[in-house]
């Protein structure tokens, strides 16, 4: 079930799941490839807030560049699987 999840849906289920408060202070900004679709998204972290839009990689205003094999390994990451491939 969880593979049939769009990037879309497991970005909102990151954003719905941060700790507001304790990320108050943080500002981050992403760029997630999915190498398996050739999409590119941009989450930022502010204000508590986590949002994403799709956006053309670029390395010059984001922070971290993460490329990832598939979508199914967004949520590993998420989960704390730092060792799969």
Known sequence: MV???SPEQMFDVLAISVNGPRAWDLDL???????????????TLRNGVLVYRDAA???????VT???????RLLSLAMGDNTSP
């Open 57 to 63: 990689p670029d390395e010059s205003t984001a922070q």
């Open 29 to 43: 900004t992403l760029d997630v490839t999915f190498l398996d679709t050739a999409t590119n998204y941009r989450p």
């Open 3 to 5: 593979g049939q999840l």
């Open 66 to 72: 993460v490329r990832l094999a598939t979508k199914l």
